[in-house]
């Protein structure tokens, strides 16, 4: 016998935690609808963000290889759906809400820009004058208001919850004031996973990509305290690291990261005892965090990619040349407006020009920006 929602929302409030949010308790959507029959409030969150159109373009957006350098590198999309695999594991374990947590972490890079952080970095600074450029926040305005999936309302109508969760992604909480989202509380227990699942993610598999590149020398990463201790615990004794090796290395990395994370977050947690997910939010620390000792070693692994691999000569040569084509595709359109298809033409009467021509670009694929600048510069190409 199929399950109907009450029965769902009764097993959530029978097993979750008590600073767990719950889909019954939501506070709702900012345009109200009758909810399904079959699934929670949270659930139909999580499916309206894997169906939209948003999300199905990042597979063509680059995480840190353009999608050109190879089919094994991880894409924007990859890399959300292993954040949303750590975060199930990490709120399962936590007993907190595991279907909201999913629906923030495939939602939080769906305002991200193609190129990766370089095209962030160029549309920030383009948008300079024009309130800048910030892909959590882009996020946000892709599920609010750029989304044209129903005939009554723009974006997705998520809860309230799932829109805090992605308001709230940010570890630092500068952020504007957003419809409906209280900006003076901290994030819930469900967002701060979906936040440290993030920074586990691309911190692991960034390393990961940088070996399988040849960006990384297995020699240069021994360095890293880090690295020491999970080589040591992997068992992995050789001198060339082929392939399982890696992944091996890899996996006990990851590995190491949830269970310091799980330990630390439970001490947190049991140190403050919150009753309801209001005393978490009020508390004003995140609780889902790592240990000092981890936090130093998580450091020392960011700044050894920022250097071995970010800064690498082949790294830079895509972000030079991403930047070159945003900016070029970007100036021509803010020059003459009339080149954006029609849906984009007409939000100028309503937005900025500025604003939304980065929302156009934002949509883009590595591949679609590509082939705008070549419609727009190449002589020889039809537009």
């Keep these: 016998m199929h399950e109907i929602r009450k029965q769902l929302e009764e097993k959530e409030i029978q097993s979750l935690a008590p600073y767990a949010l719950r889909s019954r308790c939501s506070r709702g959507r900012i345009h109200h609808e009758a909810e399904p029959r079959y699934r929670t409030a949270f659930q139909r969150d999580r499916d309206r963000i894997v169906h939209s159109a948003a999300f199905r373009l990042l597979e063509y957006k680059t995480q840190v290889f353009v999608n050109d350098a190879g089919d094994y590198y991880r894409t924007r999309l990859t890399h959300t759906l292993e954040v949303a695999q750590i975060g199930r594991t990490l709120a399962r374990a936590l007993g907190v809400n595991e279907d909201l947590v ?34 959590n926040h882009q996020s946000y305005r892709v599920v609010t208001k750029l989304e044209r999936r129903y005939p009554k309302w723009k974006g997705l109508n998520l809860t ?59 020699e240069q990463a021994a360095e890293l305290p880090l690295w020491q201790r999970v ?5 992995w004794r050789g001198t060339t690291l082929d392939a399982v090796s890696r992944h091996h290395i890899i996996r006990e990395l990851v590995g190491q990261l949830v269970d310091d994370v799980l330990y630390e977050s ?24 790592h240990s000092p000792q981890q936090q130093r070693l998580n450091l020392q692994l960011k700044d050894f990619l920022l250097h071995t691999m970010y800064r690498h000569y082949r790294i830079m040569r895509m972000q030079t040349r991403a930047e070159r084509f945003i900016k ?23 937005e900025p020009c500025q604003r939304v021509v980065a929302d156009y670009i934002a949509s883009l694929t590595d591949r679609s920006a590509l082939q705008e600048y070549q419609q727009l510069f190449d002589p020889i190409t039809r537009p």
């Design 160 to 218: 309230i919850e799932t829109l805090e969760g992605i308001a709230k992604h940010e570890t630092e909480y500068d952020r504007p004031a957003y419809a409906g989202i209280a900006s003076e509380t901290g994030a819930s227990l469900e967002a701060q996973i979906a936040n440290i699942a993030d920074e586990l993610a691309y911190n692991a598999h960034d390393l990961d990509d940088g070996l399988q590149a040849g960006l990384i020398r297995a």
């Design 328 to 350: 070029a595709i970007f100036d021509s359109y803010v020059a003459e407006p009339r080149q954006l298809p029609d849906v984009y033409h007409a939000k100028l009467k309503a």
């Design 231 to 235: 080589v040591a615990r992997s068992g």
């Design 102 to 135: 999913e629906a923030i972490c495939l939602a939080h890079d769906l305002g991200h820009p193609p190129f990766g952080h370089a095209g962030e970095a160029v549309l920030n600074n383009l948008l300079s004058d024009h309130g800048g450029f910030n892909h």
């Design 266 to 289: 439970q001490a947190q947690i049991a140190a403050l005892q919150p009753a309801s997910s209001q005393a978490v939010q009020l508390h004003g620390r995140a609780l889902i965090r």
